[in-house]
């Protein structure tokens, strides 16, 4: 599976009612609540008109400057991404700087954004559901349970495969389902040991390292997996489980992206609105390629 540069159109407007930002707004929190975002988040609205009709929907991981042209150029009314523009505080959006110059491209183009970040990985049928699934887990639960919400939803799943397979084979299954990105799939662990009980996070998930362990997880599967914790949760297994597995950031949360376009279109059209929804297929991971042994 593989993004490309084309958007991928996931239901294309005919008659139906043209919905207000609100409406959209209402429906989106309905499938990712506000509530289940970590207390260090920035989710929900970033720059739009509650008021203003919204016709085209795009979704992307990353509101970098392509993915904001690109939903621009199409004449969105609203642009929602996993990762949020504004995390972390600014003082100012002047248009000289990256995220002043999409704040202003956005609102000078009556595009809204939306942010739903770790209330997408948290939610039922959010980014870690949809990796589970992708994966062929069965009777998954959260890692860490969410504080505010249903037993199903939380950071992180665990589930078991239907049947063992080995470290390696499990690694290619991971590698076949993911987007093609420079960094591949990196495994730690015995290639021929038998694995079945898997847990994973999509996006960084180092902090659930421990919690991997204590559910006895064969395999623990995340993004940005930093030298240090990676090598002590290694010693602490003594070379033995959870094997540790590392993907893309971007790869791991892109797989939500055209579930999620579809659970908004769903919610939507039993409203009674119609709208233009698209995936972006930008390939937003930071890295261009990657140098390994020998090549």
Request: hydrophobic share 45%; net charge negative; charged share 20%.
């Amino acid at each position: 599976m593989s993004p490309s540069h084309a958007q991928r159109p996931v239901h294309i407007a005919s008659s139906g009612k043209v919905p207000l930002l609100e409406d959209v707004l209402e429906a989106a929190e309905e499938l990712w609540p506000p509530a289940l975002a970590e207390t260090w988040d920035a989710v929900g609205l970033v720059a739009g008109r509650r008021d203003q009709a919204v016709r085209r929907i795009h979704f992307a991981v990353d509101p970098v400057r392509a993915v904001v042209e690109e939903a621009c150029n199409a004449e969105a009314d609203l642009l929602i991404t996993h990762h949020p523009l504004l995390l972390r505080g600014v003082n100012s959006v002047e248009a000289g700087q990256f995220k002043g110059a999409m704040i202003h491209r956005l609102i000078e183009s009556g595009c809204a954004l939306l942010s739903a970040h770790t209330n997408g990985d948290s939610a039922v049928g959010g980014v870690n559901d949809v990796l589970a699934g992708l994966l062929g887990l069965q009777d998954t639960e959260p890692l860490q349970a969410a504080e505010q919400g249903l037993a199903e939803e939380g950071l992180g799943r665990i589930g078991t495969l239907t049947r063992a397979v080995t470290l390696g084979d499990f690694a290619a299954t991971v590698f076949s389902v993911m987007p093609s990105v420079a960094g591949g799939v990196q495994v730690s662990g015995d290639r021929e040991a038998a694995v079945q009980r898997i847990a994973l996070c999509g996006g960084a998930g180092d902090s659930l390292l421990t919690a991997a362990a204590q559910a006895q997880a064969d395999v623990f599967l995340t993004a940005d997996l930093r030298h240090h914790p990676a090598s002590e949760a290694r010693e602490a297994a003594a070379g033995g489980k959870p094997f540790l597995i590392d993907v893309s950031h971007f790869a791991s949360e892109w797989l939500w992206l055209p579930a999620a376009a579809d659970a908004l279109d769903r919610a939507l059209t039993d409203r009674g609105y119609d709208v233009e929804i698209a995936v972006s297929g930008i390939n937003t991971d930071p890295w261009d390629f990657v140098l390994t042994p020998g090549h």
